[in-house]
């Protein structure tokens, strides 16, 4: 007869044992790597708040490519910066668009390399919205309008299809964009490209370093109309279920470790794969712990993923791709 506490230790007295009967394990294929392109030559950038990112130029990103794929990563989820802005968000669209050209130069360089698309107009945007805004005259008040909104956003998902793209992966938080997304790319011919949805994605203070990075703040009001409360859950479930309704392939939880609540019940609810975005704010808050040696990096970052792994994502976007590649190869 031993006394009943010990069963629990019994089954972690070796590493072996911890390896035996471990519940949840991080692989480096769940990872996704986020890449920022830029126009110009010979630019490889680092980013100020996000030690370790850079904005890479086209001719410049040859290498990154390289050392991710030699660490397996299949993965890369891009983000263009572009050089014009304008009230639209043209250069989104466009077939040189710096997305459209940094697509077609992966799958040249790495024709297994998945090209995941970010579909947003914020960054090519001059006041720095995710949408198309006009004035309401009954309110007199600016605001985002969603229908031209989707208009310019189907035609970016196709554009980035038709330059090889292999997920779209929306975050623009439109009603109603996955269909509309859905049926563009069905009508140009690109049925079989899945739409990666950032189903869940809150008006989150951790997107700071990103809009620094991204060059996309908004530039007048927030993104509070269109992105959700973070003190919601339930609604989460409501954004969900309608992104399944419309046709989304993936669902995105966004932030991903003050929300992990939120990723278990969509796992819960949901059979389709579930992703985390492990945002900017997240990778800066570790690296600056870690730069002043009050964290070990490595720990820290291999368990915040396989907590998001656990909790129950299937796939993390994160900035630690490559770190944490290297790591789970005990490099
Ligand atoms: C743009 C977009 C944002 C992020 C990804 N796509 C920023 C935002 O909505 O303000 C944030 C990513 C990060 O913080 O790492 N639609």
Not at 140 to 147: A, F, Q, R, V, Y
Not at 190 to 214: L, Q
């Amino acid at each position: 007869m031993s006394f009943p506490n010990i069963r629990h230790r019994r089954l972690r007295t070796s590493a072996a044992l911890r390896n035996l009967v471990r519940e949840t394990t991080l692989h480096v294929h769940d990872l996704i790597y986020p890449l920022f392109v830029t126009e110009g030559t010979g630019i490889k950038e680092e980013i100020s708040s996000m030690p370790g990112v850079y904005h890479f130029s086209l001719d410049n990103m040859a290498a990154e490519l390289e050392e991710a794929a030699a660490l397996g990563i299949q993965g890369i989820l891009l983000f263009g910066v572009p050089s014009h802005k304008d009230a639209v968000g043209t250069s989104a669209l466009e077939e040189d668009g710096i997305v459209q050209r940094a697509t077609r130069e992966i799958k040249r360089l790495h024709p297994d390399m998945l090209v995941i698309a970010d579909t947003c107009l914020c960054q090519f945007t001059d006041h720095g919205h995710c949408g198309i805004i006009h004035h309401n005259e009954h309110t007199g008040c600016t605001e985002i309008d969603n229908d031209a909104s989707l208009e310019q956003l189907v035609k970016t998902a196709v554009s980035q299809a038709k330059a090889g793209a292999d997920i779209i992966a929306p975050s623009n938080m439109m009603d109603g964009f996955v269909s509309a997304i859905r049926a563009g790319l069905d009508a140009a011919g690109f049925e079989n490209v899945p739409i990666m949805s950032y189903s869940v994605k809150y008006a989150s203070s951790f997107y700071g370093p990103f809009r620094e990075a991204a060059h996309s703040a908004p530039q007048f009001g927030d993104r509070k109309t269109y992105q959700m409360d973070p003190a919601n859950a339930r609604e989460a479930l409501r954004e969900a279920q309608s992104d399944v309704e419309e046709g989304a392939d993936m669902l995105m939880v966004k932030p991903a470790l003050a929300y992990m609540d939120v990723i278990r019940t969509l796992r819960d609810q949901f059979d389709l794969p579930i992703v985390a975005y492990n945002v900017s704010g997240e990778y800066s808050l570790v690296k600056a712990a870690a730069a002043n040696g009050w964290i070990d990096e490595k720990a820290v970052v291999l368990e915040m993923l396989t907590g998001l792994k656990r909790a129950g994502a299937d796939i993390i976007l994160t900035y630690f791709a490559k770190d944490a590649a290297r790591w789970l190869q005990g490099k």
